[in-house]
Structure formats: structure tokens, C-alpha cells
């Protein structure tokens, strides 16, 4: 591992300039796969045996897992949640669920009451789990907080990307970038903002690439398939594909093909946006970040961890993510300035695990990395 010292501060810096950052490294992750291979396969199966209930805690321990095994200059994050504020929002999340599905199930016209109700609700509920998500995780007994407001996130989450459908999703790099920045520009350490410069073009760049990358990818499929006689746009060939071995063998391929664009393209998106927003954000004379992603070598590592799950039946799960975090924890250089020192940790009510809960069960990411 690579060794890592802090950079002393000059006595006197220059008046006008920045001071020097009293530390510049990278992000450590020390865990390790069989580690959390333990923690995982007892997670599920105290899951199982308590009927879900065992979920809570297991959550608390994953998240204390792999917050307690990322430093930075030495200081690991702490995670602040308690089983018992996750079960509880659990529950509550779990029976508004059950009430939307049976009652959808008899009364239709409940489903769909609840169907727009969950459209002006869901900008609520990405709030409260941000906000609960980042009060708590603390670094060096400093909290992060969220302080989004219902109007923006209505307006980047609902009505930018209904927007983007009457033009064709010409839109959507532009809303993608809205939403970043809405969600980074609204995060404190302590009592300091982070502050962001996003570029739209950016965005669009990177969506062209993507673009690019997966029609290249589905030509040099087309082509592979050309060699071994399978032409698909051959209607004789098409005819003769009445051969059930023939089918399987033009289906596996078809899956191949694409889960390879998928993971070319979604590394492709992933290294550029998370190293543009890396890049251009900056907690104000207390941090600032660079990130590194390659998009070759984060491409790889998601193939290899798709073909680890599939072909260990799910038993390489753990591998796969320490194997993530370790990678993305490599790529990310982080400065920290002197007035990290004064922080203050603004007091803040606590907040209610509901929303995040009720955002995992109606599938919302609420995930930064």
C-alpha cells in the first residue's frame, strides 16, 4: 500500500493565496473479501432465520464495515445509524408498500391515486434519505448534513425528466447534470458547503461517447456472428433458425453482447462523470478531490465481477464489492486544508430512517460514491 505523510503547513503563507494542504493522498480502503464474507453470509442468514427482521442490523454492520475500513489521513468514517432507526423505517416504509399492493390489487382506483401521489412524494423522500444518509456518517467527529428543499428536487427529478421525453431524451445529459449538482451542491461538512462547478458539455460529451462506444460494440458483434455463419440480417439464415441449438447459441450470444456494452458503457459514464464531478467540487479551505477512474481498467473489473456472481451463484458478492471500493478508493486523491481543523459540527435534528427505507423499497438509488 502506498505510504502516505502528511504535508506540513508553512509558517507564513503569502497573503492572497490559498494555504497549503496540511495532508495530500490518496484514499485507503483496507478491507478485505473473506472479511466481509463472514459478515455477509452471517447477514443472510440471521436475514432468513428472523424473517427479515435481522435485515436492520445487518445493514448497521455492512455500513460500519466498509465506513470503518476507508481512511483518510488516518481517520476512518463512522457510521451513526442504529439498527433499531433502520427496522423502524423499515417497517413503516414496508406497510405503506403493502397497503399500495393489496389495495391496488382490490381497488384500482387506489393504485392509481397512490401512483400520483408517489410522483409528488418522491422529491420528499430522495431529500429525507439524502439527509438522512449523510447525518449519519461523520469523519473526524465531524457530521455531514443535506439541506435540499422540496422545490428543486421536484423540479430536477419529476418535471426535467418528463421534460426530456418530448425531446427525444436530447435532454438528459442536462438533466443528469441538474441532479448532480443539485445533490452534491447541498451537501455540508460540518458547517461548510461544498461547492461544485458542473459543465453541461460535459454531460453531452460523454453521452456521445457512450453512444459511439455501444454502436462500435454491437458492429463488432455483428461481425463476430458473421464469421460463424450467423448473419441476422440474412432472411434465409433467419428462416433456418428453427434449430432449437442454433437459438441457444444466437441467445447466449445476444446476452454476451450485451453485457459486455452494458458494462463498457456504464464504465465509460461512470470513470468521466464521477471524475468531472470529483474534479470540479470542493469543500471551501477545507478539501478538495481529484479522481483517476480509467475507463478500460473499471470496465474489466465490472465484467469480472458480473461473470464472479453468475458463475459462483451469488457467492462472490463480497469480492466483488471490497474489490469496488478498494478500486475507486485507489483512483481518488483528497487535499485537506488547515481549517479542517476548526470545523464546526452544526446541530441538526435527528432524522427519521423512514424515507431512506421507503426509497430502497420503491427501488430510488440514493447511492453517492
Known sequence: MESIHPIPPEANPPANEPAPPIFSGKVQFSGKGGEFFGIWIVNILLSVLTLGIYSAWAKVRTMRYFYG???????????LATPMQILKGRILAVIVFLIYTFGSSFFPIIGLLFAVAFIFLMP?????????????????NVRFSFKGNYGEAFVNFILLPVASIFTLYLLMPYVLKRIDTYIHSNISYGDTPLTVNLKGETYYLTALICFVVSSITMVIFMAILGLFGLDLLNVENQQNMQDPAAMTLMFGALMVAYVFMIAIVTAVWAAAIRNHIF??????????????????PFAI????????????????????????????????????????????????????????????????DLSLT
Do not use: C
Open 69 to 79: 475500513h476507508t481512511r483518510i489521513d488516518g481517520h476512518s468514517f463512522d457510521y
Open 124 to 140: 420528499w423522500i430522495i431529500n429525507q434519505g439524502l439527509r438522512f444518509n449523510m447525518r449519519m456518517t461523520r469523519h473526524r
Open 279 to 296: 474534479d470540479n467540487s470542493q469543500f471551501e479551505d477545507v478539501a478538495s478531490f481529484k479522481s483517476q477512474l480509467k475507463p478500460i
Open 301 to 364: 473489473l465490472l465484467l469480472t465481477n458480473m461473470l464472479a456472481i453468475v458463475f459462483s451463484l451469488g457467492l462472490a458478492y463480497p469480492w466483488t464489492k471490497v474489490r469496488t471500493s478498494r478500486m475507486l478508493a485507489e483512483v481518488t486523491t483528497v487535499n485537506i486544508y488547515p481549517s479542517a481543523l476548526n470545523l464546526v459540527d452544526t446541530a441538526q435534528q435527528e432524522q427519521s430512517s423512514f424515507a431512506e427505507e421507503a426509497a430502497n423499497v420503491f427501488d430510488i
